[in-house]
């Protein structure tokens, strides 16, 4: 695969594979698709042993191998852990390219850091340009990739001058923009240019860029205005609340949240009648409203949302089928319940509710 990848590429990079253990043989398949003897890197074992020193921890035997490189590289630095990685050129024939093969470790955040602190610089002190690359990702929420991408197939043609592209995470929908230019500024200003138009096309289905997320754009939002919110949750089973509370700062605006899973705990402690329980049945409209508002009122929230749905495998019927959920936000307003149906798994419906619970905040406070 090494020696695939030096025949079709510039840079090549490798992550995983070089620990001390005997399914670690990245060192070894590099040395060999290289052609070179495998060596100890003597600075490398030092740094070792007082890694372990410090911390009064013996060195077995095999966590010298750690150490070792294809003969001629250069050691990768991992302050955050003990797997070091390596680097070296490779002259190709055919055409008369030298490659750059990078080894760096699997664990993510030392594979990230080593990558960032390490490889980016040297690639950028090597290369040869011949244009600037800008880069923007738009995060939607609210609408599936195909009705999404409706909206903007005309601009994903590279009629525009830049690359358009859409890809789903379990999250949320992301759309590209790569725009490129011998000239950075062109680059940027081809960029914000696709980027104005998309986002008037996507209107507010677009939350974020990068790696922005639903929750932390929900809690930015509420601190800025100074609002609050309060759940009442079932079939999420308190979903929405670890993803609120994943965000720092999240405690000026989530005042409470309530699991009310049983039809006793929606009647007691968010105050739906039981009447209306009995009317309608848990899994309705009325009862994810009358939950929203009893939980805006028990916690005095700006905002109060409320979820109740059927999160399977069991306990569907044609009529209230596996995947129905209604979710309810109260505000000044009054209340609005919307109906949605999802797919998958319990687990995939119960964080599709969730995230859509969020959005539907965001909409909201928009």
């Known amino acids: ?24 043989f990245t060192r070894e398949a590099a040395a060999r698709a290289l052609g070179r003897k495998l060596v100890q890197d003597r600075a490398g074992l030092q740094r070792l042993r007082a890694y372990f020193g410090r911390r009064g921890w013996p060195l077995l035997p095999s966590q010298r191998r750690q150490t070792c490189r ?7 630095l991992n302050p955050i852990g003990t797997a070091e990685g390596f680097w070296l050129t490779h002259r190709r024939a055919r055409p008369a390219v030298t490659a750059m ?14 990558y960032r602190t390490a490889v980016a610089p040297l690639l950028r002190q090597r290369a040869v340009a011949s244009a600037c690359l800008a880069r923007k990702i738009l995060r939607l929420f609210g609408a599936s990739e195909v009705h999404a991408e409706a909206k903007i197939e005309d601009l994903m043609n590279d009629a ?33 240019r696709v980027e104005r138009q998309l986002r008037k096309r996507l209107g507010d289905l677009v939350f974020g860029t990068g790696s922005d997320t639903l929750e932390a754009v929900i809690v930015q939002r509420l601190r800025k205005n100074k609002k609050t919110v309060a759940l009442a949750e079932s079939c999420t089973g308190g979903g929405v609340s670890d993803l609120l509370t994943h965000v720092p700062g999240a405690s000026d605006c989530l005042l409470e949240s309530v699991v009310a899973y049983a039809n006793t ?7 739906v009648p039981a009447a209306l329980i009995r009317k309608h049945g848990a899994v309705s409209a009325p009862v994810a409203a009358r939950m929203a508002c009893g939980i805006k009122a028990h916690a005095g929230a700006d905002f109060g949302i409320g979820i109740t ?18 979710i309810a936000v109260a505000d000044a307003d009054g209340v609005r319940v919307k ?6 798994s319990r687990t995939t419906i119960k964080r599709r509710a969730a995230n859509t619970a969020l959005n539907l905040l965001r909409l909201a406070l928009t």
């Not at 749905?309 to 209604?326: H, Q």
Request: no cysteine.
């Open 1 to 24: 695969a090494i020696r695939t990848a030096l025949g079709r590429a510039g840079v090549v990079l490798v992550t995983g594979g070089i620990g001390p253990t005997r399914d670690d």
């Open 70 to 76: 294809p003969q001629g590289a250069r050691t990768l």
């Open 101 to 114: 093969l990078f080894v760096l470790p699997g664990v993510p955040t030392e594979m990230e850091h080593m």
């Open 160 to 192: 525009t001058g830049a690359r358009v592209g859409t890809r789903v995470t379990p999250a949320a929908m992301e759309v590209s923009i790569q725009a490129a230019d011998a000239d950075p500024a062109a680059a940027r200003a081809l960029l914000r």
């Open 265 to 271: 705990a929606k009647t007691r402690t968010l105050g």
């Open 309 to 326: 749905g059927i999160a399977g495998p069991g306990g569907g019927s044609k009529k209230k089928p596996v995947g129905l959920v209604y």
């Open 339 to 344: 109906r949605y149906v999802f797919g998958g």
